[in-house]
T-cell receptor, first 116, second 110 residues
Framework: EAEVAQSPRYKITEKSQAVAFWCDPISGHATLYWYRQILGQGPELLVQFQDESVVDDSQLPKDRFSAERLKGVDSTLKIQPAELGDSAMYLC??????????????FGPGTRLTVT | RKEVEQDPGPFNVPEGATVAFNCTYSNSASQSFFWYRQDCRKEPKLLMSVYSSGNEDGRFTAQLNRASQYISLLIRDSKLSDSATYLCVVNRRAGNMLTFGGGTRLMVKP
């Protein structure tokens, strides 16, 4: 069964450092999502891509977070500089796109970030 | 007020019990509704979609009340393996953009 791949699975970084996460969606999925999940809460959408274009990044803290999906396949989420409050699970998901939706979102295993 | 609200629990129930979770959503324009399951330290996975007419999948029954903006999930004959967090999810507008509730934690005990 095809899966969403994410790396690294765990990351510990000091505050003010830069950190990057990578996601490879299921082949053929045009839509890619990045979520942040703080312990004890539900996932919160940070950014949604349709192919290489950003559909929604209204909840992305743009002063420190950036996301790209240059070739419309895999994606990178970066935080610079990291803050203590950024400690969370960062989940990537993908889905089909087009008319006939909504389509199920498939999640990767996540990257657990700890900022010290 | 959060867009999607759930009782965080935990709900502690014995094996074989019937348990129900509720969820309310604030955006009346929401178009589609789901329950996701999330095991501890794992990613969320779709459990079932929720239709206006109500739908059932084995021991699981989901109901939607659009007038009251209320969604429910009923689990019959609880199993130990049902222990997880159940996330109420709303697609708030066209474009496959999901809003998650905070989740309800279920613990099924022998």
């Amino acid at each position: 069964e095809a899966e969403v791949a994410q790396s690294p699975r765990y990351k510990i970084t000091e505050k003010s450092q830069a950190v990057a996460f990578w996601c490879d969606p299921i082949s053929g999925h045009a839509t890619l999502y990045w979520y942040r999940q703080i312990l004890g809460q539900g996932p919160e959408l940070l950014v949604q891509f349709q192919d290489e274009s950003v559909v929604d990044d209204s909840q992305l803290p743009k002063d420190r977070f950036s996301a790209e999906r240059l070739k419309g396949v895999d994606s990178t989420l970066k935080i610079q500089p990291a803050e203590l409050g950024d400690s969370a699970m960062y989940l990537c998901a993908s889905s089909l796109a087009g008319t006939g939706g909504p389509y199920e979102q498939y999640f990767g295993p996540g990257t657990r970030l700890t900022v010290t | 007020r959060k867009e999607v609200e759930q009782d965080p629990g935990p709900f502690n129930v014995p094996e074989g019990a019937t348990v129900a979770f509720n969820c309310t959503y604030s955006n009346s324009a929401s178009q589609s509704f789901f329950w996701y399951r999330q095991d501890c330290r794992k990613e969320p996975k779709l459990l079932m979609s929720v239709y206006s007419s109500g739908n059932e999948d084995g021991r699981f029954t989901a109901q939607l009340n659009r007038a009251s903006q209320y969604i429910s999930l009923l689990i019959r004959d609880s199993k130990l393996s049902d222990s997880a967090t159940y996330l109420c999810v709303v697609n708030r507008r066209a474009g496959n953009m999901l809003t998650f509730g905070g989740g309800t934690r279920l613990m099924v005990k022998p």
